[in-house]
């Protein structure tokens, strides 16, 4: 099976997807030069202008006009080239895109995929950092998915286009060449909606996403090292939540580290440590701990260090729950 | 392409005599005459019944008749209509059934449940978003080689929100097969047309985007559509989009919950009711024997009958109960919503 790193999985599986007529790559940049990280490299000379489209600088119309295309019945891949860029698409995301199954009781939906490369790790600009998923997962009507490895990224790019519901597909800018993996050469999905097990273990369970799959992968090294056994979730999925297999996967070890990229406060950190309180309380041996961004800024890039969830924070936060 | 006029182009003027050359024969405009009587008389029943605490908020459109349904008479079945809380008789007129709009504004999600085949998106209720929905929409026919055409519909209010320049931006650089229809009834709220914008008209700020633009007589039914249907016929042949400013009147307040006489004088409305766009129709059909008092009897009466029937349908349909709020968010909902869903029904009427 061929070797693959994230950017380039997402453009096979991109590559797949406008294979059909009625799908349509839009956004800033994804044409000519194929997007800022060349994730739709190669794809305007293939599939052409008409489906593969440049448009101008206005994220609000780009979410705007790729709702529209969705109504009408086709299936719109929209790219913001960065999360921190997305927010004046909000408006039309959480007012139009996210409410039309409902407002129309069906009669009308919106089966896109907004494609936003986030986080931070890379020292860009400022707005170019920002983790801001909650803010979808929080918003009714919309799956809101992040994959942590080329396998999941093109299988899980492929079941967003397919899903008959809006998908924030978020793409962790740190991971894109950083992380190589097999990936199959043709078609396949991976289901939305589902966290996968990614280490089995026995002393604490590690629960995490997106780029903090580094981390947390470096993490369960880092603790064998030390003669701890960690489990590690991937939620892959934010909205809705894998709750089952989270409880289930804490249940085994009694003790969970939540990690996020995210700021602290409202997270989905949070979201998972309340569940686990209601749900599974009498597993629990320790209190959840939860090893987070900051409520700062993301700061620039001589400083970004002191913001980023790290190796560290994260064994010193298992440490913690085996105290 | 020359800038837009400033003068509103004018065929029927308002003591209903033809001041250009009609585009329509008699028995369409009778139709259009019908389907303005329709409009207002749903109009008023709905404010009458908003005043009884049967519908929520109203959002009257007295006086924008000629401007919707002359508009819309210039588009084909299968053509689509995006339009706002103000345009009832637009999306009426290209087949959302009465139901569903006094559903709406009884508040219940299943008004926006349009019939198959009737391509008319729910009203709009924040102001400028969907203008940009009518450009995708177009775009998407155009990708797939069909001559569908979207129409907008929006307000003099809805041009100063910064989605009215990206709507028509996209519009204009994709050539989309989109029609704007900006009524420009002279109020937004409580905001007069000065206070939106500085331009002389708003059929002019087409002129920066490359698209044509032109200003009507939004009372004059036969201006609007003779604008509309080119604007219809500009798209169908892939020129691109059209924005038609209709030049109207928001005779009624913003909606039942407002109270006009705090900033607008009696004086305006009445100098505005004198250029009643139905009646200068009237008009036009009586002094060609087209029309006589018992048919407008008939007429009104035949439309109220139909507006109660709508009316008790709507009522008579119990409202969504705790499951079905669920059942509107995904084609399948997940785990974490069904949970939810059992602890709704769970706590009953508690």
Redesign the interface.
């Known amino acids: 099976m061929p070797e693959r790193n994230i950017a380039q999985a997402l453009n096979e599986a991109l590559d797949a997807a406008l294979a059909f ?2 799908v ?1 790559l839009l956004g800033e940049d994804v044409g000519r030069t194929g997007g800022v990280f060349r994730v739709s490299d190669g794809l305007l000379d293939k599939h052409g202008a ?2 593969v489209i440049d ?2 600088v ?1 994220e ?2 780009i979410i ?11 299936r ?1 891949i929209a790219e913001i080239q960065f999360m921190g860029f997305s927010y004046p698409a909000y ?2 995301i959480v ?2 895109v996210s409410r ?10 919106a089966p896109m995929v907004v494609r936003i490369p986030y986080g931070a790790g890379i020292g860009a600009a400022e707005h170019h950092s920002e983790s801001s998923e909650v803010i979808y997962a929080h918003t ?2 919309l ?1 809101v998915v992040v994959p942590s490895n080329p396998y999941d990224a093109k299988g899980m790019l492929l079941a967003a286009v397919e899903d ?2 809006p998908v924030i597909f978020l793409e962790p800018i740190r991971l894109y060449r950083a992380v190589k993996g097999e990936v199959p050469a043709g078609d396949y999905t991976v289901p939305l ?1 589902e966290a996968a097990m990614v280490a089995e273990g026995s002393d604490v369970t590690l629960i995490g996403y997106g780029a903090m799959m580094r981390e947390v992968r470096a993490s369960i090294g880092a603790l064998a090292e030390q003669g701890i056994s960690a489990a590690a979730v991937d939620l892959r999925s934010l909205a ?2 894998d ?2 297999l989270v409880v289930g996967a804490v249940e085994q070890t009694g003790r969970a580290v939540v990690v996020q990229e995210a700021p602290r406060t409202g997270g989905l950190a949070s979201e998972i440590a309340a569940t686990l309180q209601e749900r599974a309380l009498y597993s629990l041996r320790a209190p959840v701990e939860r090893v987070t961004g900051w409520d700062t800024v993301v700061p620039l890039r001589r400083a970004e260090q002191h913001y980023m969830p790290s190796v560290a924070r994260i064994v010193a936060a298992v440490h913690r729950t085996l105290a | 392409m020359s800038s837009p006029a400033q003068q509103p182009r004018s065929i029927l003027d308002a003591s209903g005599n033809l001041v250009g050359e009609n585009p329509l024969p008699l028995d369409r405009i009778r139709e259009l005459y019908a389907a303005m009587v329709a409009g207002r008389t749903y109009d008023r029943k709905c404010s009458a019944m908003q005043r009884q605490g049967r519908l929520a908020t109203y959002a009257q459109f007295e006086g924008q008749e000629a401007a919707q349904i002359g508009a819309v008479a210039a588009l084909g079945t299968e053509d689509w209509v995006v339009g706002t809380y103000r345009d009832a008789a637009a999306m009426w007129f290209q087949g959302y059934p009465w139901v569903n709009l006094i559903l709406g504004r009884t508040g219940d999600e299943r008004g926006g449940h349009a019939p198959a085949g009737v391509n008319v998106l729910p009203p709009s209720i924040t102001v400028g978003a969907h203008m940009i929905h009518a450009v995708g929409i177009g775009w998407a026919a155009q990708i797939r080689g069909e001559s569908t055409v979207a129409m907008t519909f929006f307000g003099d209010g809805a041009t100063s929100e910064g989605d009215f320049h990206e709507a028509m931006n996209f519009a204009g650089v994709y050539k989309t097969p989109t029609v704007f229809v900006c009524q420009n009834n002279g109020w937004a709220i409580s905001m007069p047309r000065e206070r939106q914008t500085a331009s002389a008209t708003i059929a002019q700020k087409a002129d920066a985007y490359g698209v044509p633009g032109e200003l009507v007589d939004g009372n004059d039914l036969l201006a609007v559509y003779a604008a509309a249907s080119e604007a219809v016929a500009r798209g169908r042949r892939g020129d691109g989009p059209t924005l038609i400013e209709a030049l109207t009147y928001r005779i009624g307040p913003h909606t039942t919950t407002d109270d006009a006489g705090r900033y607008r004088s009696d004086d305006a409305v009445a100098s505005w009711r004198a250029r009643d766009p139905i009646e200068r129709v009237r008009r036009f059909l009586e002094v060609r024997e087209a029309w006589t008092a018992e048919w407008q009897h008939d007429l009104e009466s035949a439309e109220a009958e139909r507006v109660e029937a709508a009316v008790a349908q709507a009522e008579a349909l119990a409202p969504l109960g705790p499951a079905e709020i669920f059942d509107g968010m995904f084609a399948a909902p997940p785990p974490t919503l069904l949970d939810q869903r059992r602890r709704a029904e769970g706590q009953g009427h508690a």
């Open positions: 007529d009625d349509v008409l489906r448009t101008p206005a609000s119309g705007g006009a790729a709702f529209g295309m969705a109504v009408a019945g086709l719109p408006d039309q007012s139009h039309i199954r409902n407002r129309s009781r069906h009669r009308f939906t009714p009507g799956k008959p519901d909606g809705p939540l709750l089952d």
